[in-house]
């Protein structure tokens, strides 16, 4: 079984009974703390009341909804109101993935949840070190992760991932390009999205330094705002980035899967 996260204490809103047990018992059996609610109402109150590192939030709940539940506790006080929220819902469409970023959810994961989703995505999302303010911490974070790389290329092939790290390396300078031209023009949405998208390509191509600073870019837009000094955090990443990421595609392209 691979290895989860650090035990995370962890709030489930799930109003199905079914789908409470099953994620619940999931989560336990990956060592973690939980705490379940049966809907939205629930859930603000135990956010407020209750030191969590992670809520699991069902979109679809009676009275007050998962997307309604996520944008009181956004509304509220610091330290709470930065805890990271992962949407549960029955569909994956774009509209979906819209509507949980709207509410500031952070992350979300389809249904039927499994043990492999949940767990890929408290990898993902909830798997970094925070400082006191909320944000991942970046200068100690390795900047390209090989043994993920190794992992995938056995999964997909050194060639498809040696492809995927060459479509990032046309795709992630312009997002930068695109998070300076925000913030000069105040367009913090626009910061927020690109560095919503920085960090999820870099982080599926290994490169866990950028995919960290991208992420604490990303949740400083969704607060009071980003400052010159997350942006040139991100900059800085790209830069020692990017060469690693050109070398890794370099020695893996035509190599077979027997081979990685």
């Known amino acids: 079984m691979a290895k ?10 799930e109003d199905n009974p079914t789908n409470r047990h099953v994620a619940t018992r999931m989560l336990l059996r990956m060592g973690h703390e939980v705490d379940a609610v049966e ?15 992670v809520i699991l939030m069902d979109m679809m709940m009676p009275e007050i909804d998962g997307l309604t539940a996520t944008r009181t506790i956004r509304a509220g006080g610091p ?50 070190d925070v400082t006191a303010s909320g944000l991942p911490k970046t200068p100690d974070a390795v900047t390209l992760d090989a043994a993920f790389l190794r992992q995938l290329s056995g999964e997909i092939g050194p060639d498809g991932v040696a492809e995927m790290v060459r479509i990032f390396l046309e795709d992630a300078p312009p997002r930068m390009v695109a998070i300076r031209r925000g913030m000069a023009d105040g367009a913090i949405q626009m910061v927020r999205r690109e560095a919503h998208a920085l960090a999820g390509a870099a982080g599926s191509v290994g490169l866990t330094r950028l995919s960290e600073a991208a992420a604490a870019l990303q949740q400083a837009s969704e607060r009071a705002g980003p400052d010159e000094t997350c942006v040139a955090t991100v900059a800085a990443a790209l830069r020692d980035s990017l060469p690693l990421a050109i070398a890794w595609a370099e020695a893996h392209e035509g190599l077979a899967t027997s081979d990685a």
């Open 79 to 128: 330290p709470r109101r930065d805890i990271v929220i992962i949407g549960l819902t029955a569909n994956a469409l774009p509209a979906d993935r819209a509507a949980c970023d709207a509410a500031g959810m952070n992350d979300f994961v389809t249904k039927p949840v499994t043990l492999e989703r949940l767990r890929a995505v408290l990898e993902q999302t909830a798997g970094r």
């Open 4 to 13: 989860s996260v650090r035990p995370l204490k962890i709030l489930l809103a």
């Open 39 to 53: 809907d939205g109402a629930q859930a603000i109150s135990a956010a407020a009341a209750n030191d969590y590192d």
